[in-house]
């Protein structure tokens, strides 16, 4: 069964601090997700990884999906309230059902 | 505006009343998908449908029906609730594979 870890469950910090989360598997998957969630919402894409060893940037969120395809990083600089809310991994193991596999996600507060 | 509309958002009912969440997409996408999200499990995968008259079971289908006959539209249908069913459901679409885009939600819960 592939299965995606990530870590921490909850991190709890104050606005301008750094963090890192992330999401790890046994498994390779073709491309890896990464979604946020936000209270009373539906999950919403931020990004997409597809190459191993692949640094995507969007403001100031970092993806970094590992070289071997099984694991990948988010890094937030600066943290801003505004980026409270569950953080989601989900890779796609390239079948022909378009399964995601889907972590248990990891629940941030920012706190002013 | 691009968009997934799950209605209701809010439902309460009781057991072994049939109900239906209606699912709708504007963005022309073939693959469409139903979701459970339940504390401590994530997001669980109910049913999926590959395109139009296509569905297949997903991890979590039991107690669940849904049907695709046209594009835009995917309904889950439980036909005899029971609280185990209590969850918040999403449906979801896609163009591509993942890159889900997904509807706001509709809690459920069977008493």
């Known amino acids: 069964t592939q299965l995606l870890e990530q870590s921490p469950q909850f991190l709890s910090i104050q606005e301008g601090e750094n963090l890192t989360v992330y999401c790890n598997s046994s498994?390779?998957?073709?491309?890896l997700q990464w979604y946020r969630q936000e209270p009373g919402e539906g999950p919403v894409l931020l990004v997409t990884v597809v190459t191993g060893g692949e640094v995507k940037k969007l403001k100031r969120l970092t993806f970094q999906f590992g070289d071997a395809r099984k694991d990948s990083s988010l890094h937030i600089t600066a943290a801003q309230t505004g980026d409270t809310g569950l953080y989601l991994c989900a890779g796609d193991n390239a079948g022909n059902n378009r399964k995601l596999i889907w972590g248990l996600g990891t629940s941030l507060a920012v706190n002013p | 505006e691009a968009q997934v509309t799950q209605n209701p958002r809010y439902l309460i009912t009781v057991t072994g009343k049939k109900l239906t969440v209606t699912c709708s997409q504007n963005m022309n996408h073939e693959y469409m998908s139903w979701y459970r999200q339940d504390p401590g499990l994530g997001l669980r995968q109910i049913y999926y449908?590959?395109?139009?008259?296509?569905?297949d079971k997903g991890d979590v289908p039991e107690g669940y029906k849904v049907s695709r006959k046209e594009k835009r539209n995917f309904p889950l249908i439980l036909e005899s609730p029971s609280p185990n069913q209590t969850s918040l459901y999403f449906c979801?679409?896609?163009?591509?594979?993942?890159?889900?885009?997904f509807g706001n939600g509709t809690r459920l819960t069977v008493t």
């Open positions: 979801a679409s896609s163009l591509s594979p993942g890159r889900l885009h």
């Open positions: 449908s590959m395109n139009v008259e296509v569905t």
């Open positions: 498994s390779v998957f073709s491309s």
